[in-house]
Nanobody
């Protein structure tokens, strides 16, 4: 079964930096889009950054110039570098993948999510 496994996150002061990493496990046949979403308490989940199959990167307006997404398709991993963090960046961050899993007798394309990792920005 294909899974997304996140690492990184934690607590940092405003202006600080954190790096989130996400790796795939299981039998993966192909990767389309991979990226990061976040969800703050009482708010809906929102897109933070996406690395598309076509090679494009998309960012939420609120993180442009501060966050950078990069991916290694050969390894099935994606990294989010977060700089100049603000209190409003506090949220649970979820890795996302539009992936084609190889299940032996069949392949299944689906949206996959990591378990989430907490990022807290506080003075």
């Amino acid at each position: 079964q294909v899974r997304l496994v996140e690492s990184g996150g934690g607590s940092v002061q405003p202006g600080g930096s954190l790096t989130l990493s996400c790796a795939t496990s299981g039998s993966l046949f192909d990767i389309y889009d991979m990226g990061w979403y976040r969800q703050a308490p009482g708010k809906e989940r929102e897109l933070v950054a996406m690395s598309t199959d076509g090679g494009d990167t998309n960012y939420a307006e609120s993180v442009k110039g501060r966050f950078t997404i990069s991916r290694d398709s050969a390894r099935g991993s994606v990294v989010l570098h977060m700089n100049n963090l603000r209190p409003e960046d506090t949220a649970v961050y979820f890795c996302y993948g539009d992936l084609l899993g190889d299940y032996g007798t069949y392949r299944r394309r689906a949206d996959y999510w990591g378990q989430g990792t907490q990022v807290t920005v506080i003075s």
